[in-house]
């Protein structure tokens, strides 16, 4: 019994050992995958109410944005004036579109295009985006924020 025992703990053991050193694994790339499509519908749903504190909410305490035409945008409070700005512009809707998460434990990196349209349903803005993950206070927020246009200067 005591042996039994001994071999079911090393097993037990061994098994999780392998499991940590396998790294990323798909399940776990899933999660974040799906946490992340539910924070990009949570950011769509605040943009189309003009609610860029609720925007801003979605980004970590030490997150930076980098858009075109700017200096980098640092912080919550600064973060919330340009997506205040963005929210009262032409602009009253914003699709994401997610084409990649990979997840590396306390970090994804998400791959994706964006387009704003107007009242009318007309696009107004497009382009691309890269946006670093970070788990902050038990979930995922927005570390690093870099878009650019698909539109010519």
């Known amino acids: 019994m005591y042996r039994t025992l001994d071999v079911g703990r090393l097993l037990l053991t061994g098994v999780g050992l392998a499991l940590l050193l396998a790294g990323p694994c798909a399940w776990a790339a899933e999660g974040a995958k799906e946490a992340i499509a539910a924070q990009n519908k949570k950011f769509e749903e605040a943009f189309a109410k ?27 409070n600064a973060i919330e004036q340009v997506w205040k700005a963005i929210v009262n512009s032409d602009a009253k809707k914003i699709q994401l579109q997610t ?19 107007d009242g009318a349903g007309k696009v107004t803005f497009d382009g691309k985006y890269l946006v670093v993950w970070k788990r902050e206070g038990g979930g995922w927020k927005i570390y690093r924020d870099i878009g650019n246009s698909n539109r010519p200067r």
């Open 50 to 76: 003009g609610d860029a504190a609720a925007i801003a909410d979605q980004y970590a305490s030490d997150a930076q944005c980098f858009y075109d035409g700017q200096d980098i945008i640092r912080g919550k």
């Open 99 to 117: 084409l990649e998460v990979e997840e590396h434990k306390d970090w994804a990196v998400e791959t994706g295009k964006y387009t704003m349209l």
